[in-house]
């Protein structure tokens, strides 16, 4: 198991507001606590290799971002998109289903469909 995916599963969903229009001094502006979640979350993601394996693709699954994140979200995307195999359609599709963002379950949904929709 690598250790930036356990890293993810300890930090899990990173908080919203990412993408703000918040500057420092602002009310809405995120606290020190959610800039450190977000920055530990951001370095983790990067750091975890491809191709994931099923057990850590089920530990991503769970821990998506709910919003934008300046892009890190296609990062996170691929990294559990490595797990899919064409021999595996079934099972990838099913762990979208596991999905807890509407957002990412949805970019996924779409993606598999157009590789299935590209095959035929």
Known sequence: MQEAVLKVQKLGVPPEGFEGDAFPGDEEFPD???LQIWDEWVEAVDSIKRPVTWEEAEIL????????????????????????TPEA???FRNLIEKCNSDM???MLLERLQNYVGNRK
């Open 32 to 34: 020190e606590d959610t």
């Open 61 to 84: 699954i769970r821990c998506c971002p709910t919003e934008h994140m300046s892009g890190v979200e296609w990062t996170f995307l691929h990294c559990i998109e490595s797990v899919f």
């Open 89 to 91: 359609i079934e099972d």
């Open 104 to 106: 990412m379950k949805n």
